[in-house]
């Protein structure tokens, strides 16, 4: 398994700023996911972060709004830019990792980001 | 578009009880699917990953079973414990597909 780590773990921002999540992955991955969990409900994919390249993103997710930086093999970065309150979620990064079996999916803790 | 439904939403039993969840959706052309476990501030946890070629998978008290053709899975927990309180997660996994399509998940609360 991969042991994931995120920061920050919650924060509180006011409207029209941005904030930035850090993902941290205990061995080189070569896909890193982005996913989105609103209140109540199931969890989306926001986009998937491959290293050397753009970051593909999921119907109804821009860049300008949820920019992504993929630097390495063992990090990303998620920005929620322009926040508004529909922007209060939890936000997690996961990775696939290759070579497991069955290309089993894990996740890290979450950042709960709140927006007043 | 695929579709995960599951039910029931929330679920409360005594200890030591045998309970099923229940997963459903509604394109069966599937890779994959996995269940977690999501406690609060602590992310997911994955449970158990069904190929779309297998039927079952079982993890101590744990048994996840898949029916592709039907459009479901069920995990079953045997001898539930407070310890299981939890919220329980479905997603599958199209194929051809790196994205994971979940449901809204199962509150389950174990009372000792």
């Known amino acids: 398994s991969a042991v994931i780590s995120q920061k920050p773990s919650r924060d509180i921002c006011q409207r029209g700023t941005s904030l930035t999540i850090q993902c941290q992955v205990d061995s080189q991955v070569t896909m890193m996911f982005w996913y989105r969990q609103q209140p109540g409900q199931s969890l989306t994919l926001i986009a998937t972060?491959?290293?050397?390249?753009?970051?593909?993103?999921e119907s109804g997710f821009v860049i300008d709004k949820f920019p992504i930086s993929r630097p390495n093999l063992t990090f990303s970065t998620l920005t929620v830019s322009n926040m508004s309150p529909e922007d209060s979620s939890i936000y997690l990064c996961?990775?696939?990792?290759?070579?497991?079996?069955?290309?089993?999916?894990?996740f890290g803790p979450g950042t709960r980001l709140t927006v007043l | 578009k695929q579709e995960v439904t599951q039910i029931p939403a929330a679920l409360s039993v005594p200890e030591g009880e045998n309970l099923v969840l229940n997963c459903s959706f509604t394109?069966?052309?599937?890779?994959?699917l996995q269940w977690f476990r999501q406690d609060p501030g602590k992310g997911l946890t994955s449970l158990l990953l069904?190929?779309?070629?297998?039927r079952e998978q079982t993890s101590g008290r744990l048994n996840a079973s898949l029916d592709k053709s039907s459009g479901r899975s069920t995990l079953y927990i045997a001898a539930s414990q407070p310890g299981d309180s939890a919220t329980y997660l479905c997603a599958v996994r199209l194929g051809g597909s790196e994205k994971l399509v979940f449901g809204k998940g199962t509150k389950l609360t174990v009372n000792p």
């Open positions: 972060a491959n290293q050397g390249s753009e970051a593909t993103y």
């Open positions: 069904i190929q779309s070629s297998q």
């Open positions: 394109d069966s052309a599937i890779y994959n």
């Open positions: 996961s990775v696939k990792t290759p070579g497991v079996l069955y290309n089993e999916q894990f």
